[in-house]
T-cell receptor
Framework: GAVVSQHPSRVICKSGTSVKIECRSL??????MFWYRQFPKKSLMLMAT?????????EQGVEKDKFLINHASLTLSTLTVTSAHPEDSSFYIC??????????FGDGTRLSIL | SQELEQSPQSLIVQEGKNLTINCTSS?????LYWYKQKYGEGLIFLMM?????EEKSHEKITAKLDEKKQQSSLHITASQPSHAGIYLC?????????????FGKGTLLTVNP
């Protein structure tokens, strides 16, 4: 149980393109979903916390207009990187949680902006 | 400064050897989670610890949370190549109904056959 699916696993696109990443909890309803960014040899950096039906809570220093998060249902959250630039290239990971369970993570999305 | 310190940063052991990874916080750990990650992939949940002095085991991996709830250790007995990967500790250092986790930088484990 507790499977989280993240799609796509890899994206390569041109600078200026917007990219959408999906995070789905397949066998449970996630009250909360989290979006992280991971740099090489660095810890996971929390970008935002997303609760179904409400606006995401962004961490300090994360641009809300740059990283759009939509949590339309208890099983789906999306992260859209708008007008992506090379500095946005990174590994993005989502996780999903219910109050009585630990966070379960997707397999991540490797984003490369040319 | 890093709120959650993991040590060592990397570890190379011979197959069959035991090893320990530590995770230390200057703040109380309301929940401590151990995950394993392979490079370029997601995190696999290993264990969750919440009570001071708590110890949990799964197969050859044992995790402990100290009485003061500020340090946790992950111990692998008779390591195997399948144990290789990046081990991350994640902690709830706020408590209450907050579910956010702060992560350490990870420990890269290599197990040589």
């Amino acid at each position: 149980g507790a499977v989280v699916s993240q799609h796509p696993s890899r994206v390569i696109c041109k600078s200026g393109t917007s990219v959408k990443i999906e995070c789905r909890s397949l066998d449970f309803q996630a009250t909360t979903m989290f979006w992280y960014r991971q740099f090489p040899k660095k810890s996971l950096m929390l970008m935002a916390t997303s609760n179904e039906g409400s606006k995401a809570t962004y961490e300090q220093g994360v641009e809300k207009d740059k990283f759009l998060i939509n949590h339309a249902s208890l099983t789906l959250s999306t992260l859209t990187v708008t007008s992506a630039h090379p500095e946005d290239s990174s590994f993005y990971i989502c996780s999903a949680q219910t109050p009585d369970q630990p966070q379960h993570f997707g397999d991540g999305t490797r984003l490369s902006i040319l | 400064s890093q709120e959650l310190e993991q040590s060592p940063q990397s570890l190379i052991v011979q197959e069959g050897k035991n090893l320990t990874i530590n995770c230390t916080s200057s703040k109380t750990l309301y929940g401590l989670y151990w995950y394993k990650q392979k490079y370029g992939e997601g995190l696999i949940f290993l264990m969750m610890l919440q009570k001071g002095g708590e110890e949990k085991s799964h197969e050859k991996i044992t995790a402990k949370l100290d009485e003061k709830k500020q340090q946790s250790s992950l111990h692998i007995t008779a390591s195997q190549p399948s144990h290789a990967g990046i081990y991350l500790c994640g902690a709830d250092i706020v408590g209450g109904s907050n579910y956010k986790l702060t992560f350490g930088k990870g420990t890269l484990l290599t197990v040589n056959p």
